[in-house]
Structures are given as structure tokens and as C-alpha cells.
């Protein structure tokens, strides 16, 4: 045994990205970036059910999230939280980022086939990244390191959700998670019939049997991923500089809500997409053929007295 290189010893009980931890890697560092140069958005699956949007049962939903790396700040949207994950939500993650602060000039993602295709990175014309002028990169498949700070966020979001009666992680005693997903099953069918007293009477028993919060709808569960957000943007980051705390007088690190106005402060100018522009940015966009002034979009013909001056030329539509 001492005859084995000690990274051999890992060999076959660690495979993949989980034998990163024993090997040399080179440590990115944030030093001299300024905010949205570099946004890094990821994905989780989340631990915990909440009721469908339609049907009212409960289920669980894919979250995807964004991080300005210089900043250390995270963005979630409601278009970004969705049933499965999904290019119209992995877009969601750059529309958070875009209505809060602005287009990021590099967007790091997963190394998706939701992400690599011609309506968001491939098209030279139509693509999302030709028509905003922004280079999206992937980390490496089987790295997950790569995307540590992202992969952060998923160790916070799946503490927080330890709140929910719902939570499913490792930490959820089986059978009392049980007892908590036939409770929601009655409150489901409870809901169906429109008797809100045993909805009510229900939701209390669920909560009590799983010690914790039970979304009564969607948009709960939004409206709380969102709130958890918000309170992590003002808790201290570590990989941020130290301040004085002006009430305690005590060293801390700063908020990434600190570190941004910091920022602000300093001549950096926030340019949020909005109105027109935020629809039209993230709006399909498709290159078509003009015939006799006409396009053809989906089986449907479009006319427009210019067109008549470009037939037979490509226009984006």
C-alpha cells in the first residue's frame, strides 16, 4: 500500500471530476474585473416539491441562476425557474442578468446542446450572442469545478430549502417524508375540489409532520427562491474585500450588494435592458428569404412596403 502514489489510492473510488480535489489546479481569482465582464450561470434540481403550475401537484422544479463574478452577486428570475431544464430556461438566467444590471460581455454556461445551437451562439446573424455583441463560453464537461462559483450557490440553495417541509435531501428522515408527501397528496385533491378549510387544515398538517414551510401554489415557491436571493446579495462573501461594519465596528467581508455599489460608486454605469429592447433581445430571430416583399415565418406570410425593395435578398426577421 505505501508503494502507491497516494493520488493512485483514489483511483477507482473516485472518478471523473471527483478526483479534481486531489490533483494541482490553477485558482481564477476576480482581481481587476469589473461587474457583468464575466457571468457564470448554472442549474440545480431542486430538493424540495411544490405545487405545478397548472395541475397543482407537487412537484419539483430546475432553477437556474447567474453570478457576476467580480461582484460575487446572484440573479434568479421567474422565467429562469422551470420544470425541466431547458433552453428557455437556461435563457432565463441571462434575462435575470439583463433587467437587473445589464449584458454581461462573457456568459459562462453548461456545456448544453440548450445553449449550443443556432438561436442562442451558433447563427452569425440571428444568434443571441451575434445580435448583443457577448461571447459564451462553457466549462468543460466532467470540470464542474470550473463553475465552483455557481456550484456554491447550489450548497446555499439546498441548505435553505432544509426550511421546507417538502425538502428532500439526505438529511430528510424517509419516513417522515412519507407522511408529508401523502399529506400534500390529499392537499392536492382537497384543492381540485375547491374546499379551501381542508386545504388549510391540511397544509398545517404537513407542515407539522416535515418541520417546515409548504408552498400553497407556484408562485409561492417563485416568490421564495426569489426572497432567498435577495438575503444572499446581503450576506458578507469571503471572496470579497473587508470592510469596517459601520453598527458593530467589526471586520467583515462585504455583501455583494456592497461590493456592486462600491463599483457604482466608482464610475461603473449599470445598463439594464428594458421595454422594446429586453422583449426584442430575447425574441427568436431568423434569418428568411424576401419573395415578391413577403417573408414566410412559421406556415405564415409577412408583408411590409419595404420588403418590396429587397426581394430576393436574406433579411433577419
Known sequence: KDKYSKLDAHKGRNTGSAMNPYKFAHKRTSDGMW??????SDGWATKFTAPHPVSGKFVTYEVWHSHDVATRKAYVHERSIGLSENMMVILGSLYAVCAEDGEPVVWQTDNTGSVKNDRVEFDPSASIAARRGMTIVHNLPGNSQANGIAESFNRYLYERSKDLATFQGREMDSLAAKRTLRITQAMVRAMQASDAVEVARLRAEAQKTGCGMVFGSYSEAVAWLKKIVVEFNDMPHRELPKITDAESGKRRHMTPNERMADFVADGWEKKPLSG??????????????VTRGVVSVMGQTYHHDELDHLNGEDVLV
Open 35 to 40: 461587474p457583468l465582464l464575466e457571468v457564470h
Open 276 to 289: 422594446d429592447e429586453l422583449i426584442d433581445a430575447f425574441r427568436v430571430h431568423e434569418v428568411k428569404r
